[in-house]
DNA sequence: CACGCCCAACTGGTCCAACCAGGTATGCTG
DNA sequence: CAGCATACCTGGTTGGACCAGTTGGGCGTG
């Protein structure tokens, strides 16, 4: 079984990506032409321009029509789609310290998001709270089931910037695996830490619930911070 | 002066992410063939492919050679990128409660910043904060500068999720102009409060500035949560 | 009649070749 | 030397052809 042919687009798309994100294309710099590009990587030029566009959509690039395609500055014009594709880069910029930022991140907006859902959650939202606490299962299966806590926590605090910023947060999560899996492992098996943020969000407590979310996510920080041992 | 030529596969990404956006183009639906886009659009396919890329790339479709271009579910799969483009869809999903959202989220990662670049911050970031701290200008001048002041705060606190982040939420607020203009204005104007929060982070003392942090940022949500009048 | 296989007709992916349109630098002219 | 016309480089667009997966219906077999 032939290991699934990937697009020619999409692995100019990755090898411009990743030149840009590594620093060895700097910002500012010119991106050769089309028809450089397309002989470089023995495509067509077509094919060249797909990928440009996505670069551009991602904001890694500005195109401007008669003149040369530019780097733009990632980190001052990025957004944070940006951040699932720093894994994948080793070198400068990636590794672990996007985990850490995540984690950071992500503890920070979801003690906002708990608060929030203890205010506006519905009773329909908790009744889908309670029923994805606890239970038995792998590992997997209770990561899963967790994830679709917090979502179910997310839409409850109808705000749509924190929808979205938690997506991009989970896509760089699912981008790093598999060293994302040990480092949340602790936070996803604390079933009585969830119960507890849960009845809190259920009793529109907000503080209490914002303090308990505080406690579960701070696991996951602790544990990437002190680099786990093998 | 003819009024800026804008690329076709740009007008093709526009009507098709509208259509999206506002639930038009549902969730899960399929997308029309790109040769009876092209022929609807009345541009070749080759356009219709880029805007599509650009579509794949923004996470609101996913394709797949042989079937057919599918509708994501932008709610649930969406990157935080998505936010800039949905104060321009005026009807479902987008107006006033994105420039809400974004608000709030920004008050809540901003205090972390705050607190963070305390402890973080570097004697040059410092010295950069407090020169662009107060002075005169007009309204525009002195948004400008209190931009830069975040920027520098956020790069100081050496968190790349936290950098991209500020990128998309400023998108935004640049995308509902001159609605966000309004809603920043008084805390644009609040010299006192930037120069003692700008204080605090030289002081080292994180909680102090992530109060501090706080206090003006919610100035912005006060002021987003009752419209002003005329 | 029921089941299963195969092929035809879709779908997106890639290529070639040419030309349009905006920007820049060259170099000629005054 | 200053200023402008132009040739050439850039991205933008078009047309058409063909490759490559997917799908579904029709035909043959049991």
């Known amino acids: 079984m032939p290991p699934t042919r990937r697009p020619v687009s999409e692995a100019v798309f990755n090898e411009l990506r990743a030149e840009i994100l590594s620093g060895r294309l700097a910002a500012g710099a010119a991106l050769a032409p089309e028809r450089t590009l397309s002989e470089t990587f023995a495509v067509n030029r077509h094919a060249v321009r797909e990928a440009v566009k996505r670069l551009q959509q991602a904001g890694l690039v500005e195109v401007h ?28 910029g990636g590794g672990p310290d996007v985990l850490r930022a995540v984690v950071e991140a992500r503890r920070c907006i979801g003690v906002d998001i708990a608060r929030l859902a203890a205010l506006r959650a519905s009773p329909e939202a908790i009744a889908e709270l309670r029923a994805r606490v606890g239970g038995g299962g792998s590992l997997d299966a209770a990561a899963i089931r967790y994830e679709e806590l917090w979502r179910v926590l997310v839409r409850a605090c109808d705000n749509v910037a924190y929808e979205l910023a938690y997506n991009s947060l989970m896509a760089t999560t699912d ?21 507890e943020l849960v009845e809190a969000v259920a009793g529109g407590d907000g503080e209490l619930a914002a303090q308990r979310a505080g406690a579960l996510l701070s696991r996951s920080l602790v544990s990437v911070l002190e680099p786990a041992d093998a």
Chains 1, 2 share one sequence.
């Open 65 to 92: 029509h008669g003149g040369s395609t530019r780097v733009r500055d990632w980190r001052a014009t990025g957004g944070l789609d940006l951040l699932a594709q720093l894994p994948l880069v080793g070198e400068a």
């Open 175 to 195: 981008a790093a695996l598999p060293a994302s899996r040990a480092v949340f492992a602790d936070e996803v098996r604390a079933t009585d830490a969830h119960r």
